[in-house]
Each structure stands twice: as C-alpha cells, then as structure tokens.
C-alpha cells in the first residue's frame, strides 16, 4: 500500500480543494463565537421575585380580602393577615418583592449599558435616549391604565 503524501487526494472525485484551512484546524484553536451571556443568578432571582409578586397580586383570591397599607395607620390585630399565620407569613415574605425588584432594576439597567455600550457598540447618549424612552412609555401606560 502506497503512503499518502501531500499529492493524493483525499475526498473522492478530485474534491480536494472544497475543504477550507480553517477547517482543518483543531477545535480549541478555532475561534470562538461569542455567545450572549447572561447571569443565571440573575435571571433566576428575577424570576422567583416575579412568583412572590404574583402571589403578593393575587392575595386576594387566597385570603378573599387585600388588605390596605397607609403609613398613618396601624391594621388592628383583626385583619386578615394579623389573625392568621399562614396570610402573615405569606405577607412578610411577599414584602421582599418591592426591594428585591427595585435592586434588579438597577442591576438590569448596568447589564444593559454595559452590553450596549461594550457589544453592541452604542454611544452612551444613544443608551440615555433609549432608557428615557422606555421609560416615559412606562409612565403613560401607567398614567392611561388608572385613569376613570
């Protein structure tokens, strides 16, 4: 049997020149595509905050009465969820959601510079312009969604 050399071919029918150089490298050495990240941490503690949330919305339903928050007034010790355990527990825990959102907001608005600005190659007057955008988009559907 006769040792392969430079000039056998070796793809049947003469295809030789159909591989690419790059191909022929070894895996590690070939250039990785970069894949967009994101923080498992993150996205999963956003989602268990969106789950409290829910259930601190929805109280209703469990408990079959919302109760009110004024800061002038103290809810005596027969309301709904100072009489019972279960909705007293269900609240404390409930009440992490509006820290624990505010805290990823502001994590979410440094991962969105930095992966505009860093990746995607924006100016950081074209990120401002974007945040306040959204941002005015959000005040008016909230501002359309309460009125009478």
């Known amino acids: 049997m006769a040792e392969p050399d430079e000039t056998t071919s070796l793809l049947p029918n003469g295809q030789a020149s159909a591989i690419e150089p790059e191909a022929l490298q070894p895996?590690?050495?070939q250039p990785q595509?970069?894949?967009r990240s994101r923080v498992l941490a993150f996205d999963l503690t956003r989602g268990l905050?969106?789950?409290l949330m829910a259930i601190?919305?929805?109280f209703f339903i469990s408990?079959?009465?919302h109760p009110t928050e004024s800061w002038e007034v103290h809810p005596d010790r027969h309301h709904l969820y100072l009489a019972s355990w279960y909705h007293y527990g269900l609240r404390f825990v409930t009440h992490t959601c509006a820290?624990?959102?505010s805290i990823l907001m502001g994590l979410g608005i440094v991962?969105?510079?930095d992966s505009r600005v860093n990746k995607a190659g924006w100016s950081l007057e074209k990120v401002t312009r974007n945040i306040a955008t959204r941002a005015l988009v959000f005040i008016n559907?909230?501002?359309l969604s309460i009125l009478p």
Request: hydrophobic share 35%.
């Open 111 to 113: 991962y969105f510079v």
């Open 33 to 35: 595509e970069q894949s």
């Open 27 to 29: 895996p590690a050495s």
């Open 99 to 101: 820290p624990g959102f």
């Open 56 to 58: 601190d919305h929805s």
């Open 63 to 65: 408990g079959k009465e």
């Open 141 to 143: 559907v909230a501002y």
């Open 49 to 51: 905050i969106c789950l």
